[in-house]
């Protein structure tokens, strides 16, 4: 079964730097790109990261992506408490040709 | 920037149908990529449908393959989903995203959601 596994929580204090880890399979985050996204409370979701670790316009160099091998990585530097948010991970999977997301992480700025 | 605006949501009874439309303001609204994604309520995104721009690839999750088929006319910029036997499931916020669509090692693929709508929300309850 094709799945993005992240943590369903993180925390960190404001300044702080936080990790928030996805791991996958060689059928979506081995073979093709991942993308991150955050959804604050009650509003929609916003692309944060693409092509692994590029940012679209407006998005502040404090958020930045990673991958390896079946595994990708969003770090968050500088930590604000309007960071607290929702943080999914998605890539094309080849095997259901379809789009996964992560279940989420849920980031708390203490 | 691009607007995206849906509308279409509503109550609906377990094995009826519903349509869901999505508005573009941008002009080149026939290069994205066009996209659906659902959120039950308290739950995390589920991708449902993509299509390209010309219309060429399109894309159903397995749980809605069947019974929903997404459309869109690019001269009026817009983007709709009819669905049908809908499930008390399929309960959930939609929205409507742009993105792109590339040609990978595997065949087609969509990616990069940008652009988001509000959402619309549907209720399929007895």
């Known amino acids: 079964q094709s799945v993005l596994t992240q943590s369903p929580s993180a925390s960190g204090t404001p300044g702080q730097r936080v990790a928030i880890s996805c791991s996958g399979s060689?059928?979506?985050?081995?073979?093709?790109?991942v993308n991150w996204y955050r959804q604050l409370p009650g509003t929609a979701p916003k692309l944060l990261i693409y092509s692994n670790n590029q940012r679209p316009s407006g998005v502040p160099d404090r958020f930045s992506g990673s991958k390896s091998g079946t595994s990708a990585s969003l770090a968050i530097s500088g930590l604000q408490s309007e960071d607290e948010a929702d943080y999914y991970c998605a890539a094309w999977d080849d095997s259901l040709n379809g789009v996964l997301f992560g279940g989420g992480t849920k980031l708390t700025v203490l | 920037e691009v607007q995206l605006l849906e509308s279409g949501g509503g109550l609906v009874k377990p094995g009826g149908s519903l349509r869901l439309s999505c508005a573009a303001s941008?002009?080149?609204?026939?290069?994205?990529?066009m996209n659906w994604v659902r959120q039950a309520p308290g739950k995390g995104l589920q991708w449902v449908s993509s299509m390209s721009g010309s219309s060429d690839y399109i894309f159903y999750a397995d749980s809605v393959k069947g019974r929903f088929t997404i459309s869109r006319d690019n001269a009026k910029k817009s983007l709709f989903l009819q669905m049908s036997s809908l499930r008390t499931d399929d309960t959930a916020i939609y929205y409507c995203?742009?993105?792109?669509?590339?040609?990978?090692?595997?065949?087609?693929?969509?990616?990069?959601?940008?652009?988001w709508g509000r959402g619309t929300l549907v209720t399929v309850s007895s």
């Open positions: 060689n059928s979506n985050i081995g073979t093709n790109p």
């Open positions: 941008t002009l080149g609204f026939s290069t994205y990529s």
């Open positions: 995203a742009t993105g792109f669509g590339y040609s990978g090692a595997n065949g087609f693929y969509f990616q990069d959601f940008e652009y």
